[in-house]
C-alpha cells in the first residue's frame, strides 16, 4: 500500500506572523514534523503551500532524498475561512489519488515522532481500522457551561490514580484509506482507530506562550536522547566555530576569513585516533571548502539549512547513533544537534542561548583555540573507552 503524507502550510498565521518558518529550536517550525515523517514508513511526503519561499527551501534542502515533496496549494484553499479537508481534497487531485493511505500532519505539532506516524499507519495495515488519528489522556475533570459536570460525579471524587480520564485529539496525526477519505470527504470516517501521544503533546502552537512552552518541552525530549558512548565523529559548524564569525567583503564578494592552524593540527591528531571530521555549514562559501580541502576532511557538507535531519539522515546511512556524535556550534541553527549528540561544545564567545544547552561551554574564542580545545578534550574522553 503506497502511504502518503500532506502537511498544509499557509503563508498567513495571526497569532505568531509567518509562525511556519519562525526557528523553533533552531530549526524552522514546519521541519520538525516533516524531519519525523521522513525517516517514518510513509513513503512520500508533500508540504502542501502557497509560500513560494518554502517550496524553495523544500527543492534545495532535501535533496538527500526523494520522499520529501513540495507542492504549490491554490490561494481559495490557504485563507483564513479554507477547511482543512478542502485543502486535503485539492492535494489528492493534483497528486491524481496517487496513494493508498492519506496521512495528514500539522506542523504546529512539532512533537510528533516517526513511531506516532508508523502507530496511526498500524492501525490501518495491522488492525484493519479505515482510520486513525493521534489522542493525548487527560485526567482532567470537564463541566459544561450550565455548571454540570461531564464526566465524574461531584460528591465522589475518584483519586487521580484510580480515574480512566478522557481522551482528547491533540490534532497532530490523521490516517485514512482513500476509500474512506473519497467516501466520507473527511480526514477520518468508518472504523476510527486511536494512538495515543504523550500528554505534553496537546499543546498546540497558538500563541507566543504556547511557542515558548513547546520549545522547553523539545530541548528537554532531545536532551533525553543523550547517551555517553565512544565519539566516532565530531561534526562542526563553520563561521563562529572555525572563523570569528567575521566575513570580510570587497565589491565582488566574500573576501575573507579568519581560521586558526592551531585546530588544523588538532583535528589531525584526531583522525590519527579514528575520530572522523565532519563539517555542516547553511553558508555555500568557497572559501570554505578551499579550507576544508586543505584539512583534508573528507566530510564537508555546504548550504545544508536543516542540520539536524541531515544529520539523522546521515547517522541512519552509516549505522552509528546520535551518542556517538560531538557537536561544536555557536548559534541558533545548531540548537537541535547541542541538544541531541552525545557531547555537545559552545566556544566561549557563542550567543548566549547555545550556552544554556550545551553540556560545555569552552574557555577559548571561536578561531582562538576552541577547536583544538575541543580535540584534546575528546581525546581524553575516548581513552577511558
Keep these: 500500500m503506497k502511504k502518503v503524507a500532506i502537511i498544509p502550510l499557509r503563508k ?16 524552522p517550525l514546519f521541519s520538525w514534523v516533516l524531519g519525523a515523517a521522513v525517516f517514518s514508513e510513509l513513503d512520500e511526503v508533500y508540504v502542501f503551500t502557497d509560500d ?13 532524498t526523494n520522499k520529501i515533496k513540495g507542492l ?54 495491522n488492525e484493519r481500522k479505515t482510520a486513525a488519528l493521534s489522542v493525548v489522556k487527560t485526567h482532567r475533570f470537564t463541566w459544561d457551561s450550565n455548571g454540570t459536570p461531564q464526566n465524574y460525579d461531584v460528591f465522589n471524587r475518584p483519586r487521580r490514580q484510580d480515574f480512566q480520564g478522557l481522551l482528547i485529539e491533540n490534532g497532530a496525526v490523521y490516517v485514512t484509506t482513500k476509500e474512506a477519505f473519497l467516501t466520507s470527504k473527511n480526514r477520518v470516517s468508518g472504523v476510527i482507530g486511536l494512538v495515543e501521544m504523550p500528554e505534553e503533546t496537546l499543546i498546540e502552537i497558538d500563541s507566543v506562550s504556547d511557542w515558548n512552552i513547546v520549545e522547553s518541552l523539545l530541548a528537554e525530549r532531545q536532551k533525553k536522547i543523550k547517551k555517553q558512548e565512544n565519539i566516532q565523529y565530531l561534526v562542526l559548524d563553520v563561521d563562529g566555530v572555525f572563523t570569528d564569525g567575521s566575513v570580510y567583503y570587497d565589491a565582488n564578494g566574500e573576501l575573507t576569513k579568519k581560521f586558526d592552524m592551531r585546530d588544523g593540527m588538532g583535528l589531525e591528531i584526531l583522525r590519527q585516533n579514528k575520530v572522523d571530521v565532519m563539517v555542516i555549514t547553511s553558508e555555500n562559501s568557497a572559501l570554505v571548502k578551499k579550507r576544508m580541502d586543505k584539512l583534508q576532511i573528507q566530510h564537508t557538507f555546504l548550504g545544508v539549512k536543516d542540520k539536524y535531519a541531515f544529520l539523522q539522515d546521515f547517522i541512519q546511512n552509516n549505522k552509528i547513533n546520535w551518542c556517538n556524535l560531538a557537536y561544536v556550534g555557536d548559534d541558533v541553527n545548531d540548537l537541535a544537534n547541542i541538544c541531541t549528540v552525545g557531547w555537545s561544545f559552545a566556544p566561549a564567545n557563542a550567543t548566549q542561548i547555545v550556552k544554556q544547552h550545551a553540556d560545555f561551554v569552552l574557555n577559548s574564542n571561536s578561531a582562538d583555540g576552541a577547536i583544538r580545545e575541543v580535540c584534546e578534550w575528546i581525546l581524553k574522553y575516548n581513552n577511558r573507552f
Excluded: V
Excluded at 518554502?54 to 532535501?62: A, D, R, S
Design 12 to 27: 498567513g498565521s495571526k497569532g505568531i506572523p509567518g509562525k511556519n518558518k519562525k526557528k523553533l529550536l533552531g530549526r
Design 52 to 64: 513560494e519561499e518554502i517550496l524553495t527551501f523544500i527543492n534545495k534542502e532535501y535533496h538527500w
Design 72 to 125: 504549490l496549494r491554490n490561494d481559495e484553499n490557504a485563507n483564513d475561512t479554507a477547511s482543512t479537508e478542502s485543502a486535503m481534497l485539492e492535494f489528492a487531485a493534483k497528486i491524481n489519488y496517487n496513494f493508498d493511505i492519506l496521512c495528514l500532519l500539522q506542523a504546529t505539532s512539532p512533537l510528533t515522532n516517526a513511531e506516532d506516524i508508523n502507530a496511526a499507519l498500524h492501525q490501518i495495515s
